[in-house]
T-cell receptor, first 117, second 112 residues
Framework: NAGVMQNPRHLVRRRGQEARLRCSPM?????VYWYRQLPEEGLKFMVY????????ESGMPKERFSAEFPKEGPSILRIQQVVRGDSAAYFC???????????????FGAGSRLTVL | SQQGEEDPQALSIQEGENATMNCSYK?????LQWYRQNSGRGLVHLIL?????REKHSGRLRVTLDTSKKSSSLLITASRAADTASYFC????????????FGQGTRLTINP
């Protein structure tokens, strides 16, 4: 019973390139969350998705960033035209339900570390 | 902002001592959770306390919640070197957002 799987674990991109980060939630989990963490800082919420729906994207920059969670396959966080400030660890978490249905305990992946040169 | 704030930002103690970390938040919540993060790894859920609970225990962990002061504390008793990690509180607001909002974390170092 694999946990939350994220790949790649490490990604290096040059300024202006695109970064695609993938997240497969735990089996049976239909809610996915993406967070960003800068060194020595806490996690900043980016986006919350259910299958084929974006529920809350209030933490995601309006430009260059997008996320999806298709009916089949992993959730994708896409960053276009990356800049040095995008360098961070991006964590995906999943849960079997949203908080509206009760206590929302998240299971986290190991993270994807993006370095923009 | 609903974001929690942990205090202290960093804590260094000797093995065997107790470690206490505090968290404050701003809005009314359904529950509050504590997570642990080892260096370079993802977060791991430790314990959840609901808004109608005042204290909860799990092994060497003790969590308190004071909703009137909008604060929580995490106590780790008889600390071990393996407890060295960052600890984050996360809040789940009553209204609106269906997401956990994390604080900045407390970096705990246990010296052998």
């Amino acid at each position: 019973n694999a946990g939350v799987m994220q790949n790649p674990r490490h990604l290096v991109r040059r300024r202006g390139q695109e970064a695609r980060l993938r997240c497969s939630p735990m089996k049976g989990h239909s809610h996915v969350y993406w967070y960003r963490q800068l060194p020595e800082e806490g996690l900043k919420f980016m986006v919350y998705l259910q299958k084929e729906n974006i529920i809350d994207e209030s933490g995601m920059p309006k430009e260059r960033f997008s996320a999806e969670f298709p009916k089949e396959g992993p959730s994708i966080l896409r960053i276009q035209q990356v800049v040095r400030g995008d360098s961070a660890a991006y964590f995906c978490a999943s849960s079997p339900r949203g908080s509206a249905s009760g206590a929302n305990v998240l299971t986290f992946g190991a993270g994807s570390r993006l370095t923009v040169l | 902002s609903q974001q929690g704030e942990e205090d202290p930002q960093a804590l260094s103690i000797q093995e065997g001592e107790n470690a206490t970390m505090n968290c404050s938040y701003k809005t009314s919540i359904n529950n509050l959770q504590w997570y642990r993060q080892n260096s370079g790894r993802g977060l791991v859920h430790l314990i959840l306390i609901r808004s109608n609970e005042r204290e909860k225990h799990s092994g060497r962990l003790r969590v308190t919640l004071d909703t009137s002061k909008k604060s929580s504390s995490l106590l780790i008793t008889a600390s071990r070197a393996a407890d060295t990690a960052s600890y984050f509180c996360a809040t789940d607001a009553i209204q609106g957002a269906q997401k956990l909002v994390f604080g900045q974390g407390t970096r705990l170092t246990i010296n052998p």
